[in-house]
Nanobody, 121 residues
Framework: QLQLRESGGGLVQAGGSLRLSCAASGGTFSRYDMGWFRQAPGKEREFVAA??????TTRYADSVKGRFTISRDSAKMYLQMNGLKPEDTATYYC????????????????WGQGTQVTVSS
């Protein structure tokens, strides 16, 4: 059974950068389309970015386009976040996509436990 674990979150000033990682175990990670979501307190979990199984196709939410980059290798998925803004503060989750074109929570699973990103102004 696929298990996912995020890491790399932290506290950063506005304009700074962080790189999140998502490590997979218990499944054939290299065969899965994957994605990142985030959830701020009191808000719905929202789509951030997705990458197809071979890493050649990516999609982004408009709010992060041009600032965030999703990538992957044979064992992990990454989210490079540059130009961070206070509104990027959230818990970030990685998940397997049921299909590549999905962008809502029900299109993804299982989920990792999340990693907290806090951007100070």
């Amino acid at each position: 059974q696929l298990q996912l674990r995020e890491s790399g979150g932290g506290l950063v000033q506005a304009g700074g950068s962080l790189r999140l990682s998502c490590a997979a175990s218990g499944g054939t990670f290299s065969r899965y389309d994957m994605g990142w979501f985030r959830q701020a307190p009191g808000k719905e979990r929202e789509f951030v970015a997705a990458i197809n199984w071979i890493g050649l196709t990516t999609r982004y939410a408009d709010s992060v386009k041009g600032r965030f980059t999703i990538s992957r290798d044979s064992a992990k998925m990454y989210l490079q976040m540059n130009g961070l803004k206070p509104e990027d503060t959230a818990t970030y989750y990685c998940a397997r996509a049921n299909f590549y074109g999905g962008s809502v929570r029900s299109d993804f699973g299982p989920w990792g436990q999340g990693t907290q990103v806090t951007v100070s102004s």
